[in-house]
C-alpha cells in the first residue's frame, strides 16, 4: 500500500468517526421479552386490611442479570444468544407478583420498593432459581423464590415458606422458554397470593365478616 492509499484512508476513517458513523456494522439490536401472565388472577374473599410492599428479590450473579438463562448442567449457567428479560430477571419476578397481588384485591394497596410511600407490611424475597434445563424427561423451566412475610412496626416474620415452580415446555426454542416461564410465573403468582393472605396477621388488619369491611382510622 503506497503512502497516498494510507493518507486517504486515514482521512476515510477520521470522517466517519467525525460524522458519528462507524465502517463497521453495528450488531442487531436483542430481541426483549416479558414474563407474560397468562392466566387470570383469582379476587381474593377476605383482603388483608393493610399495604403491601415488594421488594425486589435478591439475587446473586448471574440470575441478578437481564440474560434469559438456560442451566445444562448442574453446575454451569448458559444464556440464550440475541435475547434478554426487559429489566433484570429479579425486577420481572417484583412486577409480575405486583400485578398479580393487586389484580387478585389482597391488600388495600400493593406498592414496589421504588415508592417511597410507607406500608403496614413488606414482601422479601430471594430468587434462587430463574433458568431453563434440559433433563431426560423433556425441557423445562425453573422458578424457585424464598419468601418472607415482615410487619413493618414490629419487625416481626409473621411466615415463611419457599415455592418451586417448575414447567414443562413444548420445546428449546427461546419462544418456547418464555412462553413456559410466563405459565411458571402465573402459578408462581397464585402460589404466593394464596400463601400471603394466609399468613398469621394481627387481628386488626383482618375484616370481620360482621362488620363493614372498610379500615377504620
Known amino acids: 500500500m503506497t503512502l497516498r492509499s494510507i493518507r486517504n484512508l486515514t482521512l476515510l476513517l477520521g470522517a466517519a468517526l467525525t460524522s458519528g458513523c462507524t465502517v463497521f456494522p453495528n ?24 399495604s403491601l ?3 425486589t428479590p435478591y439475587a446473586s450473579e448471574p440470575l ?17 444468544e440475541g435475547t434478554r428479560w426487559r429489566d433484570t430477571g429479579p425486577v420481572v419476578v417484583r412486577d409480575t407478583l405486583v400485578n398479580s397481588l393487586r389484580q387478585s384485591g389482597a391488600y388495600t394497596n400493593v406498592i414496589t420498593d421504588t415508592n ?18 434440559t433433563p431426560e424427561s423433556g ?22 415458606r419457599t415455592e418451586r415452580v417448575v414447567e414443562p415446555a ?3 426454542s427461546v419462544d418456547q422458554i418464555v412462553e413456559a416461564f410466563g405459565t411458571a410465573g402465573s402459578d408462581l403468582a397464585a402460589r404466593v397470593i394464596e400463601w400471603a393472605t394466609r399468613c398469621d396477621y394481627p387481628s386488626r388488619l383482618r375484616p ?8 377504620q382510622p
Open 208 to 215: 370481620s365478616p360482621e362488620t363493614d369491611q372498610t379500615r
Open 27 to 50: 450488531p442487531e439490536p436483542p430481541r426483549v421479552m416479558d414474563l407474560a401472565v397468562v392466566r387470570a388472577v383469582p379476587a381474593v374473599g377476605q383482603p388483608v386490611m393493610a
Open 64 to 80: 441478578a442479570g437481564s440474560r434469559i438463562l438456560a442451566k445444562p448442567t448442574p453446575s454451569e449457567f448458559r444464556a440464550y
Open 53 to 55: 410492599r415488594v421488594d
Open 116 to 133: 417511597p410511600a410507607q406500608a403496614e407490611l413488606t414482601l422479601v424475597t430471594e430468587l434462587s432459581g430463574f433458568h431453563s434445563r
Open 170 to 172: 413444548s420445546g428449546t
Open 139 to 160: 425441557p423445562e423451566v425453573v422458578i424457585e423464590l424464598h419468601l418472607q412475610m415482615i410487619h413493618n412496626r414490629s419487625r416481626a416474620s409473621l411466615c415463611t
